[in-house]
């Protein structure tokens, strides 16, 4: 399973730290990916890091603003977040899958549904 945490409400151009612990499985043959919905819009792909070699993917709408990285000690995944912005309100969701993240982008289109295992959502709301 996994969970998710460290949302909360900042102002923009605030950061925060999400956290995704995991366990259950074993955390280095899959690759962790965030997703995000913001109300009444889609879930979207935010991010993901392929834990055996610690690839990174990042969508347009945060590339060079938020950093994803892998503790494999400890099972966690982070998602740092800079540089906030209003429209990066939403739940954001933590998720795995047992494959890589080149494969989630480019084969599944990082479309959610293709994800295994899901955590909780932890809100982040960004004021203007």
């Known amino acids: 399973q996994l969970q998710a945490s460290g949302g909360g409400l900042v102002q923009a151009g605030g950061s925060l730290r999400l956290s995704c612990a995991a366990s259950g499985f074993t955390f280095v043959d899959y690759a962790i990916a965030w997703f995000r919905q913001a109300p009444g819009k889609e879930r979207e792909g935010v991010s993901c890091?392929?834990?055996?070699?610690?690839?990174?993917y990042y969508s347009d709408s945060v590339k060079g603003r938020f950093t994803i990285s892998s503790d494999n000690t400890k099972n966690t995944v982070y998602l740092q977040m800079n540089s906030l912005k209003p429209e990066d309100t939403a739940v954001y969701y933590c998720?795995?899958?047992?494959?890589?993240?080149?494969?989630?982008?480019?084969?599944?289109?990082?479309?959610?549904?293709?994800?295994?295992?899901w955590g909780q959502g932890t809100l982040v709301t960004v004021s203007s």
């Open positions: 998720a795995a899958i047992r494959d890589r993240c080149i494969v989630i982008v480019h084969t599944y289109r990082f479309d959610y549904r293709y994800l295994e295992v």
């Open positions: 890091i392929t834990a055996t070699d610690n690839s990174t």
